[in-house]
């Protein structure tokens, strides 16, 4: 039985066109083209950085527009009132997003940091690296979920819901969870950033999608718009991705040139704890004999992170310069290569949830 779905999986890779077949080629390709521009061409790059809005950054805020404009076309909104009667996907959410994902980062932090590399960081710059890791594991991802859900054919109505939900939970609680880990007791959280970052990558597409998907479901019909036009748009959510990462590789061009040992060893943990919370995501959702496309959007929630919170409040607290701002920057290094083959992952094991 495996044997056949593994045939049935190369045979639709065989289908895809040329430019996807081969997407971790040029994921790579632009990691290098990136880290390439913004070590000579640093001025462009630290031009197109300072485009931004309370630590939102505009350009990728509309790269990210063009990755998730697609998916909120997908939203039937009346179907949005149905995601209660399937409430196992929202609560394995919320348990591995808020009562495991924080603890299990600073486990893996603490131990590689503080003990399995102490021979090769100082215990000062350790703890800083600790601080930035722990403030990655408190802020679950908001935007780029809509990314990886639609990479995998994830409900996008109850992805929605997921997103809505956790935004509002971190509001709530990552204030007392950072405090918490961090053992810190003055925390300013730029509330600004954190609704600036809703606004853009979740209201302004949502809108945009549900009136542009009414005129275009008047004028063409369902078959022309499942069919044609959203097939159409397949191409631009790669080309959002691949742009979005020459632009972030090349704001930390020099750091990784200048830092590279520092960014492995601060990267391994990370690693592992974005593999190890999709993973008690996915399976756990397995467990529960959720659909397939409920399942990888709840594992790629907790997986990935909100970075512009992370870093804006890593920046706040301990300065630009700081290890734990290094850190957050790792996360945000690490997370799109580790995620694509996340995806990859999900869809070749998409028949474990029929």
């Not at 893996?108 to 940091?113: C, D, I, P, S, V």
């Not at 606004?199 to 275009?216: A, E, K």
């Not at 959002?240 to 990267?267: C, D, E, K, Y």
């Not at 997370?335 to 996340?342: A, D, H, N, R, Y």
Request: hydrophobic share 55%; charged share 10%; net charge positive.
């Amino acid at each position: 039985m495996h044997i056949g779905h593994r045939g049935n999986s190369e045979a639709l890779l065989d289908k895809l066109p040329f430019f996807e077949r081969f997407l971790p080629l040029w994921v790579a390709l632009c990691i290098i083209l990136g880290v390439f521009f913004g070590k000579f061409l640093p001025e462009a790059a630290n031009t197109i950085g300072k485009m931004e809005i309370a630590k939102v950054n505009i350009p990728i805020a509309i790269l990210i527009w063009m990755m998730i404009y697609p998916m909120m076309l997908q939203i039937d909104f009346s179907g949005i009132l149905k995601v209660g009667s399937k409430p196992q996907g929202l609560f394995v959410t919320l348990v591995v997003n808020w009562l495991i994902k924080p603890f299990t980062m600073a486990f893996f932090a603490t131990l590689f940091l503080r003990f399995v590399f102490s021979p090769l960081i100082s215990p000062l710059l350790a703890k800083e690296y600790i601080a930035g890791a722990i403030l990655l594991g408190a802020a679950p991802c908001t935007a780029m979920v809509f990314v990886w859900s639609y990479l995998t054919k994830g409900d996008p109505a109850h992805t929605l819901v997921q997103v809505a939900i956790n935004d509002l939970v971190i509001l709530i609680l990552f204030v007392p969870i950072v405090k918490f880990l961090l053992g810190v007791s003055r925390i300013i959280v730029p509330y600004d950033t954190l609704i600036y970052s809703i606004i853009l990558y979740v209201v302004i597409p949502l809108v945009f999608g549900y009136f542009s998907r009414s005129w275009i479901l008047k004028k063409k019909g369902l078959d022309w718009f499942e069919n044609v036009f959203l097939k159409s748009l397949r191409p631009f959510t790669i080309f959002g991705l691949l742009l979005t990462l020459v632009i972030i590789f090349a704001f930390q061009g020099r750091t990784i040139l200048s830092n590279p040992l520092h960014i492995f060893i601060i990267g391994i943990p990370l690693s592992l704890q974005t593999y190890f919370i999709f993973g008690v995501g996915y399976s756990w959702s397995r467990f529960l004999k959720l659909p397939h496309n409920i399942a990888s959007p709840a594992a790629m929630i907790g997986a990935s992170n909100f970075f512009e919170l992370s870093v804006a409040v890593a920046i706040s607290l301990f300065g630009l310069n700081s290890g734990a701002t290094l850190a957050t920057v790792v996360g945000v290094l690490t997370e799109v290569p580790i995620m694509l083959s996340l995806v990859k992952f999900s869809n070749a094991t998409n028949y474990w949830f029929n």
